[in-house]
């Protein structure tokens, strides 16, 4: 491991390696937007719940959801659509590199893993049911406590996600964790590990939402444009600063071989591209003060800074993995699936279904109101 990532490496490993670095940066994108958006529209259901509380008269009935809100409960079901049908493609690369311990991980999980798919279902379809039109007659608490289901289902997707990696990594503990038939594996590197992705993920949902308000801008209230953008800013830069901490503390918490393959030729330019990219959002957000400086210039910059800080982040923790398992032993094995040819069938099914996303965001973008 004295070369940059992914080189010295076999080609067909170097290629799954880099195949699933970037679609699972893709996949990260709509991840984080489902994951912030549902704790933004739950936070901002509250929010109208406790105002109206707090109101006497027919003004309470006037409190409402901002801009923000609107646009988040709009798109959040396309997103998630997007996020399970990207997530595919990195879930395909991940078994063929590490076999053993990600099916292992699994299996020992089995019963809490197995509970993503009813987590992922009771949150897609708690999307929709919040907004229907019998939901709403029932008032603001029951669309509250929808959305806050929403975000509890997300947030435990992301949770066992993490426990299931971190668990892979530990073939040491894999006897004692299935004849002590726990259904937990507990980690210190799992709270910073988790806290980074959930922190990371309002500043790419501020980003993703900036677009969105810049496409719609004509459509848009200028006073709740300013309002909206504002409240980005500020979700972006807290989730820029709480996430550059939360990677130093995961860095602090690893063993000492992980610290020293991120400080390595291998990975140390990838951390260096994630600070950098977090420099670089943070200036973008800094004078955004309103809707007008929400300009395709400045996204433009951002969405490069971003681009880095994920990249970046996604290395940083395949190199993390790469140290706890012998990536070696599995080389023929990716030599003999490089070998089956079906790489051209999944680069074509691959640029299919980023067309077809990309024909859903359109239908998306001309069906919703800009305005309401």
């Not at 739950?42 to 109206?52: N, P, S, Y």
């Not at 894999?174 to 590990?193: A, K, N």
Request: hydrophobic share 55%; net charge positive.
């Amino acid at each position: 491991m004295d070369a940059l990532f992914p080189f010295g490496f076999p080609w067909p490993t170097a290629m799954y390696l880099t195949f699933y670095v970037v679609t699972a940066a893709i996949y990260a994108v709509f991840m984080h937007y489902t994951l912030a958006g549902a704790l933004v529209l739950a936070i901002g259901r509250l929010r109208v719940l406790a105002h109206r509380r707090a109101s006497r008269g027919p003004e309470a009935e006037t409190v409402s959801l901002g801009l923000l809100e609107h646009v988040v409960e709009d798109w959040l079901p396309v997103m998630l659509g997007m996020a399970i049908t990207a997530g595919v493609a990195p879930l395909l690369f991940l078994q063929i590199l590490y076999k053993q311990s990600f099916y292992t991980a699994n299996l020992l999980l089995f019963h809490r893993f197995m509970l993503l798919l009813p987590a992922l279902i009771v949150a897609y379809y708690m999307l929709y049911l919040q907004r229907s039109k019998k939901l709403h007659a029932w008032g603001p608490w029951p669309r509250a406590a929808a959305v806050i289901v929403v975000a509890l289902c997300f947030g435990y997707t992301a949770w066992a996600w993490a426990e299931n990696h971190l668990l892979s990594l530990h073939r040491e503990d894999w006897g004692e964790f299935y004849g002590s038939g726990r259904w937990f594996f507990p980690d210190s590197e799992l709270w910073p590990r988790l806290g980074y992705t959930i922190t990371a993920a309002f500043a790419t949902f501020a980003l993703v939402v900036g677009w969105q308000l810049a496409w719609g801008r004509r459509g848009h209230d200028p006073g709740s444009l300013d309002l909206a953008a504002r409240q980005l800013r500020l979700l972006a830069l807290l989730g820029l600063f709480a996430s550059a901490f939360e990677a130093i503390l995961w860095y602090l918490w690893l063993e000492t071989p992980a610290q020293a393959a991120l400080r390595s030729i291998l990975a140390m330019p990838y951390g260096v591209l994630v600070f950098l990219g977090i420099a670089v959002q943070t200036a973008c957000w800094l004078p955004v003060n309103g809707g007008a400086r929400l300009t395709p210039r400045r996204l433009v910059i951002a969405t490069a800074g971003a681009v880095g800080t994920m990249l970046g982040a996604v290395v940083a923790r395949e190199v993390r993995r790469l140290v706890a398992l012998d990536l070696s032993a599995l080389e023929e094995s990716h030599r003999q699936a490089a070998r089956v040819g079906g790489m051209a069938v999944f680069l074509t099914f691959f640029l299919v279904n980023a067309l077809v996303i990309a024909a859903c965001v359109w239908i998306v973008k001309r069906d919703i109101a800009p305005a309401r």
